[in-house]
């Protein structure tokens, strides 16, 4: 069980394009998700908390207008990458809080990772 | 601020036993866990600890002390595969949000 999806694995887009990226729960439902980023052999720091039905919180120094985050679900969370440039770049990756955390810990997804050309 | 420190690298003996330690100043605790991380993959989730003392699970164990705001993750019988990055993580808000550490690369040799 806790199984969340993360979907497109992999995506290239062109600079000033937009990309959108979807976290989904499969096996529970998550009224909170979180979206993070990671660079090349660093850590994961924590863009924002994703909340069904209300608006996102963003961590200080993450541009909201830029990284659209919509959580209409409660299985579903999207980020959409807008007007993406190349220092965009990055691995992208979701996670949800399963009932039993105790046990399964934070799930996440498996990630996206977007390159911005 | 927050901050979560762990060493950057640590190198062992397939077979042997590797502790990687965790010291946190957080504005928030709720709990400590513990994610490995393979290459090119996502963090999956290895422990957690919200009390004091010590949990078991299989090779792994995990260790917190509150007061003095540490905690450590323990591997033993080291194999080849647990050659990974490994995270502490706080949980900082009843919200359950969590910061991640700066990570600990593991390098296991035959």
């Known amino acids: 069980g806790a199984v969340v999806s993360q979907h497109p694995s992999w995506v290239i887009c062109k600079s000033g394009t937009s990309v959108k990226i979807e976290c989904r729960s499969l096996?529970?439902?998550?009224?909170?998700m979180f979206w993070y980023r990671q660079f090349p052999k660093q850590s994961l720091m924590l863009m924002a908390t994703s909340n069904e039905g209300s608006k996102a919180t963003y961590e200080q120094g993450v541009e909201k207008d830029k990284f659209l985050i919509n959580h209409a679900s409660l299985t579903l969370s999207t980020l959409t990458v807008t007007s993406a440039h190349p220092e965009d770049s990055s691995f992208y990756i979701c996670s949800a809080i399963p009932p039993n955390q105790q046990i399964y810990g934070y799930t996440f997804g498996s990630g996206t990772r977007l390159t911005v050309v | 601020g927050q901050s979560l420190e762990q060493p950057s690298e640590v190198t062992a003996v397939e077979g042997a036993i590797v502790q990687i330690n965790c010291t946190y100043q957080t504005s928030g605790f709720y709990g400590l866990s513990w994610y490995q991380q393979h290459d090119g993959g996502a963090p999956t989730f290895l422990s957690y600890n919200a009390l004091d003392g010590l949990e078991e699970t299989g090779r792994f164990s995990s260790f917190l002390s509150r007061s003095d705001s540490y905690g450590y993750l323990l591997l033993q019988e080291l194999q080849m595969k647990d050659s990974a990055s490994y995270f502490c993580a706080v949980r900082v808000s009843s919200a359950s949000k969590i910061i991640f550490g700066s990570g600990t690369r593991l390098s296991i040799r035959p």
């Open positions: 096996d529970f439902q998550a009224t909170t």
